[in-house]
């Protein structure tokens, strides 16, 4: 097995991961809110409850899955696509039963703030890292995990190009010692949680 396709399985095992807590996330919401309304939905969910907690992590783990694999449903992406489709389902609920509406909105509503969370987390971090404490120069995004050393190092090198920065090297290695523009940096990879699993970064540190 190559190491492009232990990185692939790595990520979709993550992906698979995340996924599935996300849907058990959204079931345990769904519980709370039959639980809390169980006169009028009880008697009615209680027999779907453990279909629909497999349901939920199945539905969770494939769409992470189809965010990573395809690289579609990313930020402001994924949030006019939840919408979009929910929009979709307000004209099919009107047929269904009203528990069944309802965990549904519910359902949509949870992964929305699951969804919101998370972008408003990488954005925040993004200007903490870009614009907070002295020390942190900047933050540079990357669409996946670089497969080596001379990768990571590769796409360090082709930023400055693109950037205009001079670059020399003291410590050629992962994590590197630069100099940008004859400022010493540290230039390590890292990662944050996404909802399409990790998302990598090289982080740019000035000593």
């Known amino acids: ?11 979709y095992m993550e ?9 058990g996330i959204i079931w345990v919401c769904v519980v ?14 209680l027999p779907w409850l453990v279909p629909m907690l497999a349901g939920y992590i199945l539905l969770g783990a494939l769409l992470q899955l189809a965010a990573v ?10 949030l006019t696509l939840i919408f979009t489709l929910l929009f979709m389902l307000m004209w099919v609920v009107i047929y269904i039963p009203d528990w069944v509406r309802y965990t549904i909105v519910l359902s949509f509503f949870v992964l929305v703030v699951i969804w919101v969370g998370d972008y ?36 360090f090198e082709d930023y400055c190009a693109r950037e205009n920065i001079s670059l020399e090297y003291e410590v050629k290695d992962v994590p590197a ?8 940096c540290e230039v390590r990879l890292d990662s944050t949680p996404g909802f399409g699993g990790a998302e990598y970064m090289m982080k740019v540190t000035e000593e």
Request: proline fraction near 1%.
């Open 177 to 184: 010692i630069v100099l940008m523009d004859g400022i010493r």
């Open 120 to 155: 408003w987390y990488l954005y925040c971090m993004a200007r903490k890292l870009n614009q907070g404490r002295s020390g942190y120069a900047l933050c540079i995004s990357l669409k996946e995990k670089p497969s080596s050393k001379e990768d990571f190092l590769r796409k």
């Open 69 to 78: 694999k395809k690289r579609m449903i990313n930020g402001i992406a994924a």
């Open 1 to 11: 097995m190559t190491k492009k396709n232990i990185r692939n399985k790595e990520l």
């Open 32 to 45: 709370i809110f039959i639980s809390i309304n169980y006169k009028t939905m009880g008697k009615a969910a």
């Open 15 to 23: 992906s698979i991961k995340r996924g599935s807590l996300v849907g």
